[in-house]
């Protein structure tokens, strides 16, 4: 299997999973929503994959 970045879903989840969200070849640069079809509750959960940016502006 090709190495690469797993993201998993990261809402607190009152069943204790940690879901698959996707696979990607490297690390996302920027920020990037993914979003994610929670299996028990069957809503989209947004996900951030990705690197947020430290110096964005806030306002």
Do not use: Y
């Not at 990607?24 to 299996?39: G, M, Q």
Request: hydrophobic share 30%.
């Amino acid at each position: 299997m090709a190495d690469g970045v797993v993201h998993r879903c990261t809402q607190n989840c009152p069943w204790n999973k940690k879901c698959f969200v996707c696979k990607t070849k490297s690390e996302v640069r920027e920020d990037v929503v993914v979003l994610h079809k929670c299996k028990i509750t069957k809503e989209d959960i947004p996900v951030h994959i990705g690197k947020t940016t430290a110096n964005a502006c806030v306002g």
